[in-house]
């Protein structure tokens, strides 16, 4: 499974990029806002931090005005991943930046007859969202699992990436059924590091050491 970071924070990805462990970014218009920064800027600094895709969504709801955007943002680096989200404009702008070459990753997808559409769009990346379906009753996790089946049912390359990830036990359940990629925020990445036996185990190994007088090195 790949981990890619869902932020626009360049220190945050700074950091979590020296542990070797993230394949890629995923920015939206919400995470550029909290940045506080200019979204060329920024997303050619995260672009220079990463070797993966790093996800740049556009802000135009109309095909044409997507295609501009997409020229726009693809100029910015060459891991660049143009994010449509899943509306008719957004789907055919799709397939054109697709065929032309360019990695796609189709966003705010709510359902398995979406995702199946964004595949046929010839979608680098499908974004379910977890989270959200889950802030409104319904279990979010169900939607990767039915993605997965459709995917697989009929080989398609599109691969899935969970978003909207707000829990471990969120990125758990999507490896267990199989997601390609888990977006998750800064603070989730690193609580997967933590459990409360290792923290302990680490204390009890550090004192008996400390009473052994030895140093390493
Ligand atoms: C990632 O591509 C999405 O934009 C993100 O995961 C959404 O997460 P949220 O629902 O917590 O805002």
Known sequence: ????????????????????????????????????????????????????????????????????????????????????????????????????????????????????LAAKAGATFISPFVGRLDDIGLEGMELISEIRTIYDNYGFATEILAASLRTVGHVKQAALIGADVATVPPAVLRALFKHPLTDKGLDAFLADWAKTGQSIG
């Open 1 to 116: 499974m790949k981990f890619f970071v869902d932020t626009a924070d360049v220190n945050e990805i700074r950091e979590l990029g020296a542990t070797g462990l993230v394949d890629g970014v995923t920015t939206n218009p919400s995470l550029i806002m909290k940045a506080g920064r200019d979204i060329k800027e920024v997303t050619a600094e995260i672009c220079g931090l990463v070797d993966g895709p790093v996800s740049a969504e556009v802000t135009a709801t109309d095909y044409d005005g997507m295609m501009r955007e997409a020229a726009v943002l693809s100029e910015i680096a060459d891991n660049i991943c143009i994010k449509v989200p899943l509306t008719f404009d957004g789907l055919k702008a799709c397939r054109a930046l697709t065929d032309g070459g360019r990695a796609v990753n189709v966003t705010l997808c709510f359902s398995a007859n979406q995702a199946l």
